[in-house]
T-cell receptor, first 110, second 111 residues
Framework: SQQGEEDPQALSIQEGENATMNCSYKTSINNLQWYRQNSGRGLVHLILIRSNEREKHSGRLRVTLDTSKKSSSLLITASRAADTASYFCATEVDDYKLSFGAGTTVTVRA | DAGVTQSPTHLIKTRGQHVTLRCSPISGHKSVSWYQQVLGQGPQFIFQYYEKEERGRGNFPDRFSARQFPNYSSELNVNALLLGDSALYLC??????????FGSGTQLSVL
């Protein structure tokens, strides 16, 4: 079973617009991570937010975490064609073992 | 530095056959994990090895097995292949719990 669930399943935006996707999870966490996957290949780590953090930034990425609601959001600002990918949230359910959601597929139109 | 390398990139097998997938971690990484990703879903944890010992196993049948070698490379073996084993198999290495580095995966098709 998967710990996290992303919403929406798919998102289509114009280049330059912002993209927001959400992740809900079920159990208490130490941290939550976001990964990107291009064209069904390997995943790339984007950002990690710890349970005692509420917001974190990395370049054009902004992640928030609300542990009371067991949810996180990922915002990509000023999207580019290269941001077209699937985005997954992941929570650590055991040492080194991550549980991934089903992902949000983002398409950035030129 | 080289990233995580997996071989082969693509594989076609028939039902009942056996398959071995290989993974070389990033130099210095002692932890290797395997994930299965079925089309349209997120990766599912299969195994994690650290210093050649199995540290975790996901909800997969005994047909799935793995091992880690002294140089920290790893193999994933799947016996008696079923159609449902068709998936992208991802290997990830790490030096900490906070970031996994994934290979490009092996796309397995079972006919």
């Amino acid at each position: 079973s998967q710990q996290g669930e992303e919403d929406p399943q798919a998102l289509s935006i114009q280049e330059g617009e912002n993209a927001t996707m959400n992740c809900s999870y079920k159990t208490s966490i130490n941290n939550l991570q976001w990964y990107r996957q291009n064209s069904g290949r390997g995943l790339v780590h984007l950002i990690l937010i710890r349970s005692n953090e509420r917001e974190k930034h990395s370049g054009r990425l902004r992640v928030t975490l609300d542990t009371s609601k067991k949810s996180s959001s990922l915002l990509i600002t000023a999207s580019r064609a290269a941001d077209t990918a699937s985005y997954f949230c992941a929570t650590e359910v055991d040492d080194y073992k991550l549980s991934f959601g089903a992902g949000t597929t983002v398409t950035v139109r030129a | 530095d080289a990233g995580v390398t997996q071989s082969p990139t693509h594989l076609i097998k028939t039902r009942g056959q056996h398959v071995t997938l290989r993974c070389s971690p990033i130099s210095g990484h002692k932890s290797v994990s395997w994930y299965q990703q079925v089309l349209g879903q997120g990766p599912q944890f299969i195994f994690q090895y650290y210093e050649k010992e199995e540290r975790g196993r996901g909800n997969f049948p005994d047909r799935f097995s793995a091992r880690q070698f002294p140089n920290y490379s790893s193999e994933l073996n799947v016996n008696a292949l079923l159609l449902g084993d068709s998936a992208l198999y991802l290997c990830a290495s790490s030096s900490s719990r906070e970031k996994l580095f994934f290979g490009s995966g092996t796309q397995l098709s079972v006919l």
